[in-house]
C-alpha cells in the first residue's frame, strides 16, 4: 500500500484476464453481527479485510465476543457468539467511518442495554458525526431506551442505555423514515429480534424506502441466522415472537458487487488484450444476493458485452463510444457511481436520477463526482437527487491529443474510497493524459488491494510506465533506497543486482565455473527466480539470505562483467516494468536498460564510507570482518565495474547525482521523492 499521499495512473491502454473481488462489505459486517448475537459458533469464509470490517471486530470482541481467526483453517474466521446476552455492561465503541458498523452497533446496544442495563458510547472520525442518524435515534426512544447525542442532536457521538434496565414499548408499531438511508431500516432488523420473545414486533417505513436491495440482503441472513422476517410490501415487517437468532454453522459471503462495478466498467471501456476476450469476475455472479448485481442492467444499457453464472461474470467492450442513459439509480445507490465515470465514455448526456442518498454517504457524493468529473472536462449538472454528466469534448473518440477536451486532473477523493475506485478508470481516456488519485490509501475501507488488481489485468504502452532508475557502485545503498521508494510511491522493485547474485549461486549450484561465460549465460537466460512476500527463490528454493552475503557479491560482481549474461538478463531485467511504475538499481539501469527513464539517480558515497556502513552491517548480523578488508574489496569491484568494456559503471548522462555520505536513508528518500514530485505535476 502507498507511503505518499497519491497515485499517478499513467495513460491506459487496455485490458484484460481474470479478478477475484474481495468479500462485500454490506454481507461482512451484518454476518459478523448475526453471529455474534447468536447461540453458538459460526464459521465465516470469505469474509472481507477492510477498514470496515475491522472497526466491527474490535467493537464486538470489546463487548465480550470471542472471535478466532483462520479457525478451522486459513481464510475462515470462528465467532463465538454471545446469545442475546451482554458479557460486558459498558464501554466507549471507536467505529471510525463505517456506517455499517455504527447504525447496527447503535440499535443493537441501544436495545441490550435498555433490557440488561448497560451504558457505551459510540463515536467515530469527524466525518462519521457529520452523518445523520437522527431517524434511527427517534425510531430507539420511541421504544422507550435511553440514546443521548453527545455533540449535534440527531447525529454521533451518542450515549446508549444509562445503566438502568428500562421497560421496553413494544405494542405499538415502530415508526422508521425510509427515505434518508436504508442503513436505519437494516439496524431495526437486525436488533429487534432481540426482544421479540414474547410478542411479535411490527416495523413501519415512513415515505419512500430508498435501497431497497440492501434491505433484501438483511432479510436474506435474518434468515439464514433463524429469524424469518413477514414483509408486507416495503412498509411494513413483522418480526415473528419467540424469534432468537442460532448460528447456521458455516456462511460464505460473497463477493462484493459493488467493487465487481468498476471491473464490469473495466471490461466495457477497456480494448481487450491479446490472449484475452475481455474480462472475468469470480466471486459473484447474476445469482448475487446483493442488489448491487442489477448494476450489469445498467452496464449493458450502456453498451457492454456481459453474460454470467452463479458465481462469475464475463463482461467485454460491445457498443463503443458507450450509450448515454437516463437512469433511476434507486436500486444500484453504491454502484451508479461507476456510471458516471463510464458517461464520459459515452455519446450524448447521461442522467442518472433518484441518488438523494449520496448526500449523506462517506461525502457528499453527488458533490464530489460533479467536481472531479469537470476536471478531467467534463460538463457536469447536479441537483438535490441527480446528476447530469456531458463527456468532454471528443468523449470516447478524440481523434489526437490537439483536439481532445480530456484534462489531466487530480482527483481528490475525500476519504471516500468509491471515488478513488471509479475515478481510476479515467486512465483510459482517449487524450492519454494521466490521472492523479489523491490519498489511494481510502480504498482500505472496502478493497485495500483494489489498485493491485487492477493493474494486474490493464495494460499501458511501455514508454508510458514511469521508471526511476537508481545507480551507484556497491556499498552505495542504492539497494536500500530503492526499496524504500518503491515502497512508498507503491512502485514494483527491481533489484537488478539479486539477478546477478541468483545467476552467480545458480552457477555455484550446478557446478559452473565463473570463467564459463557460455554456460553462465545460459544459466541466465533460463533463471527459475520468483520474487514473493519479499523474499527471493531460485527453483523453489529461499535463497534471500544467501543472496545477501559478501561471498555472493563478490561471485555476483564477477558474473556481471560478461556481456553475454548482461544480455541473457536484459529481457527479464525489462519486464519488470509494469503497471504503475518501477524503481529499478543496478549499475547500468539508466544508462543500459532503462534509458528512457524520467529520473535517473547515480548514489555515490566515498569510499571509506562505504566499507563502515558494510562494516556496521555485517557486524549487525553477527558476522566478523575487517574494515581494511572490506575496503580493499570494493576499490577492488569498483576498478572491475567501472572498467569493464559492456555496461561500465558510470552516471547516465541525465541522472541526478546524489552523494549521501552524510545523509540518512530518510534524507536520502526524501529528495529522491522531491525530485520525482517535481516532475510529475499534472
Same mark, same amino acid.
Request: charged share 20%; proline share 6%; net charge negative.
Given at each position: ?255 462484493? /458487487?459493488?467493487? +465487481?462495478?468498476?471491473?464490469?466498467? @473495466? !471490461? &466495457? %471501456? ?8 475481455? =474480462? *472475468? ?85 453527488? /458533490?464530489?463526482? +460533479?467536481?472531479?468529473?469537470?476536471? @478531467? !472536462? &467534463? %460538463? ?8 447530469? =454528466? *456531458? ?292
Amino acid at each position: 500500500m502507498y507511503a505518499i499521499d497519491h497515485l499517478d495512473i499513467p495513460p491506459l491502454s487496455g485490458a484484460g484476464g481474470t479478478v477475484r473481488l474481495p468479500g462485500s462489505k454490506s454481507i461482512s459486517n451484518r454476518v459478523l453481527l448475526l453471529a455474534a448475537l447468536s447461540v453458538g459458533q459460526t464459521d465465516i469464509a470469505d469474509l472481507l479485510d477492510s477498514d470496515d470490517t475491522r472497526v466491527m471486530l474490535a467493537a464486538l470482541a470489546q463487548l465480550g465476543c470471542r472471535i478466532e481467526t483462520e479457525t478451522p483453517g486459513p481464510g475462515w474466521l470462528r465467532v463465538h457468539g454471545i446469545g442475546g446476552e451482554l458479557p460486558v455492561r459498558e464501554g466507549a465503541l471507536f467505529l471510525g467511518n463505517a456506517g455499517t458498523a455504527m447504525r447496527p452497533l447503535t440499535a443493537a446496544l441501544a436495545l441490550l442495554a435498555s433490557r440488561h442495563g448497560g451504558k457505551f458510547e459510540l463515536s467515530g472520525i469527524p466525518r462519521m458525526h457529520e452523518r445523520p442518524i437522527g431517524d434511527l435515534v427517534d425510531a430507539l426512544r420511541q421504544l422507550g431506551c435511553p440514546v443521548d447525542c453527545l455533540g449535534q442532536e440527531g447525529y454521533p457521538p451518542l450515549r446508549l442505555g444509562n445503566g438502568a434496565a428500562q421497560a421496553l414499548t413494544l405494542d405499538a408499531p415502530i415508526r422508521v423514515r425510509g427515505d434518508v438511508s436504508s442503513q436505519f431500516l437494516t439496524a431495526l432488523l437486525l436488533a429487534l429480534p432481540l426482544v421479540a420473545q414474547d410478542r411479535p414486533v411490527t416495523i413501519e417505513v415512513v415515505g419512500e424506502l430508498i435501497s431497497k436491495p440492501y434491505i433484501e440482503i438483511t432479510l436474506n441472513l435474518l434468515a439464514r441466522f433463524g429469524v424469518p422476517v413477514q414483509r408486507e410490501g416495503w412498509s411494513r415487517f413483522i418480526i415473528p415472537a419467540g424469534s432468537r437468532y442460532r448460528s447456521p454453522g458455516q456462511i460464505h459471503v460473497e463477493a462484493d /458487487a459493488s467493487s +465487481a462495478s468498476y471491473f464490469i466498467a @473495466l !471490461g &466495457a %471501456i477497456a480494448p481487450p488484450q491479446p490472449g484475452h476476450d475481455g =474480462i *472475468t469476475i469470480e466471486g459473484v455472479g447474476l445469482a448475487s444476493i446483493q442488489g448491487d448485481i442489477r448494476f450489469v442492467e445498467a452496464a449493458r444499457q450502456m453498451g457492454a458485452e456481459i453474460s454470467g453464472e452463479a458465481n462469475r461474470l464475463h463482461i467485454r467492450r460491445g457498443a463503443w463510444p458507450l450509450r448515454a442513459v437516463d437512469l433511476d439509480c434507486n436500486h444500484i445507490p453504491d454502484a451508479a457511481m461507476t456510471l458516471a465515470v463510464m458517461a464520459l465514455y459515452a455519446e450524448g448526456t447521461t442522467t442518472l436520477r433518484n441518488i438523494a442518498s449520496w448526500r449523506v454517504k462517506e461525502t457528499d457524493r453527488i /458533490a464530489a463526482m +460533479a467536481t472531479e468529473c469537470r476536471k @478531467l !472536462g &467534463a %460538463i457536469m449538472e447536479e441537483g438535490d437527487d441527480f446528476l447530469r =454528466i *456531458t463527456p468532454p469534448q471528443g468523449g470516447a473518440t478524440a481523434p489526437d491529443s490537439t483536439t481532445h477536451g480530456w484534462q489531466p486532473a487530480a482527483i481528490h477523493t475525500y476519504d471516500d474510497h468509491r471515488v478513488a475506485m471509479c475515478f481510476s478508470l479515467a486512465a483510459f481516456n482517449p487524450g492519454r493524459v494521466r490521472v492523479r488519485i489523491e490519498d489511494p490509501k481510502c480504498v482500505a475501507k472496502t478493497f485495500p488491494d483494489y489498485f493491485e488488481t487492477l493493474f494486474d489485468v490493464c495494460e499501458a504502452e511501455s514508454g508510458a510506465i514511469p521508471v526511476i532508475c537508481i545507480d551507484g557502485p556497491t556499498a552505495s545503498g542504492k539497494g536500500t533506497l530503492a526499496a524504500e521508494v518503491a515502497r512508498q510511491l507503491g512502485y514494483h522493485l527491481l533489484d537488478s543486482g539479486a539477478l546477478y547474485r541468483a545467476t552467480a549461486l545458480a552457477a555455484q549450484d550446478a557446478g559452473v565455473s565463473l570463467d564459463d561465460e557460455p554456460a553462465l549465460a545460459r544459466l541466465a537466460a533460463a533463471l527459475p527466480l520468483a520474487f514473493r512476500d519479499h523474499r527471493i527463490f531460485l527453483a523453489g528454493r529461499d535463497i534471500t539470505d544467501p543472496l545477501r552475503l559478501e561471498s555472493t557479491g563478490g561471485m555476483a560482481s564477477r558474473v556481471s562483467q560478461y556481456p553475454a549474461v548482461r544480455s541473457a538478463l536484459h529481457a527479464l531485467q525489462l519486464s519488470f516494468r509494469r503497471l504503475p511504475g518501477l524503481v529499478a538499481d543496478g549499475r547500468d539501469m539508466g544508462t543500459v536498460v532503462f534509458p528512457d527513464a524520467p529520473l535517473k539517480v547515480y548514489l555515490t558515497a566515498s569510499v571509506a564510507q562505504r566499507a563502515q556502513r558494510r562494516h556496521k552491517q555485517l557486524i549487525s548480523k553477527g558476522i566478523s570482518a575487517s574494515i581494511e578488508d572490506l575496503l580493499a574489496d570494493l576499490q577492488v569491484r569498483d576498478a572491475r565495474d567501472m572498467n569493464r568494456s559492456t555496461a561500465p559503471l558510470k552516471p547516465a548522462e541525465d541522472a541526478l547525482q546524489l552523494d549521501n555520505s552524510e545523509l540518512d536513508i530518510e534524507q536520502s528518500v526524501r529528495q529522491v521523492l522531491n525530485w520525482w514530485q517535481g516532475r510529475q505535476q499534472p
